[in-house]
């Protein structure tokens, strides 16, 4: 019995040629993905194999002013040193005493060169003369009795002093991160604080999220709008997991800032990585979520943003804590057009904590460098972006 066909011809053409299409675009993502693993690596280099001991704090700045971004490391305990760039030799800033996860590189005192931020609350001034004597003595300076889990620097009062913006965590019993706290520096070492009451949990950025050429608050599912004179008036843009790490970067080329969150505490909780597409907009509207990891352990504490291929459009590399469910990946999501569609690089499976973006060999292009916070894996590590 012959089965009878209902398509009409047109209907026929119409379907195959949709398919062919399907195929074509499905050939052209695998090419896609293919040309550039073909053109594109990551090299992988170990800065320094048994440094500071659980180095919980990472960051970048050029610190002796050669022109080239160094690399900074705190431990739990102490102390706080610099790499330098790029025999990668370590000289101290600090013995210790700062309360932190996190700190920053900021010319606080207005000098020309970069000091260091840490949270606990201490900035370290650069002595000026790293270059020549990279040994040389670091003063230091507290702000407050104050410990943090994230620290950002930013001119958030636009009167020409970098000021320093703090929060701390809720998880572990600390219970304290219900609070954004505005550093205000008015100069000559004098500062001002102002506090700004949030939702319980951890993570923090500062940038102009709405285009309005002053810096805005941002955090896991809600920021803060700088409207001037002090003023900051709260918006949430979803409901999200209380402890999250952050990155806002301009994911589908509209010109408008948009937001990636992780889930960053605790082990045994599961919850998904998404970014959001900031709408026309900000206040009032939604924001689209795109999701790029349905569930995964509540362990990615870290996550930076940048073009690491040099092809316009912003890649996102996110990190697992050694203490998360094997493997511990470090992981680059490319961007392969308008944050529709990505390509995922594994990096290590050994984990890393905190992982920062920063043009280390100065070729243009963002790497990557972070270390374990504790366990028995803590090398420094680096990863350089690159053509093959």
Avoid at 5 to 10: A, D, E, Q, S
Avoid at 243 to 249: G, H, K, Q, R, W
Avoid at 263 to 286: A, M, T, V
């Amino acid at each position: 019995m012959n089965t009878p066909n209902y398509l009409t011809y047109p209907t026929q053409k119409l379907i195959g040629f949709l398919i062919l299409l399907t195929t074509i675009s499905c050939v052209d993502k695998r090419n896609n993905r293919r040309m550039e693993e073909a053109t594109f690596s990551f090299q992988h280099i170990v800065i320094d194999s048994s440094g500071v001991h659980n180095p919980w704090a990472k960051i970048a700045g050029d610190i002796d002013g050669d022109g080239s971004v160094d690399i900074i490391i705190g431990g739990q305990k102490g102390p706080l040193v610099w790499y330098r760039n790029s025999d990668w030799q370590q000289f101290e800033i600090s013995e210790g005493g700062y309360d932190t996860v996190d700190g920053e590189t900021g010319d606080i005192d207005g000098d020309g060169d970069l000091d260091v931020v840490m949270g606990g609350l201490f900035w370290y001034e650069n002595p000026g003369t790293l270059k020549d004597n990279p040994n040389a003595l670091w003063k230091v300076h507290q702000i407050s009795d104050h410990p943090t889990h994230d620290v950002e620097l930013a001119d958030i009062d636009g009167n020409g002093h970098l000021d320093v913006i703090t929060r701390n965590q809720s998880d572990f019993g600390t219970m304290k991160g219900n609070t954004i706290h505005l550093w205000k520096n008015n100069g000559n070492d004098q500062w001002e604080e102002q506090i700004l009451e949030c939702d319980h949990g951890e993570g923090l950025q500062v940038i102009d999220l709405d285009g309005d050429i002053d810096e805005d608050v941002v955090a896991g599912g809600f920021w803060f709008e700088n409207s001037g004179g002090g003023n900051w008036i709260k918006h949430h843009f979803t409901n999200w997991h209380a402890s999250a790490n952050l990155a806002v970067a301009d994911f589908n080329n509209d010109r408008r800032m948009d937001i990636i969150l992780t889930p960053s505490e605790l082990k045994g909780q599961f919850y998904r990585i998404s970014w959001f597409e900031q709408p026309i907009d900000p206040i009032n509207d939604s924001w689209p979520e795109h999701a790029l990891a349905d569930s995964i352990d509540c362990v990615i504490h870290g996550v930076a943003a940048g073009d690491f291929n040099e092809d316009n459009a912003m890649d996102i590399a996110y990190s697992k804590m050694h203490q998360g469910l094997d493997p511990d990946e470090v992981v680059v999501l490319m961007n392969l057009g308008k944050g529709a569609n990505w390509n995922k690089i594994v990096l290590s499976e050994k984990g890393s904590h905190s992982i920062e973006a920063a043009d280390i060999n100065g070729d243009g292009l963002p790497d990557i460098f972070g270390a374990n916070w504790s366990g028995k894996y803590q090398p420094v590590e680096l990863w350089l972006s690159g053509k093959k």
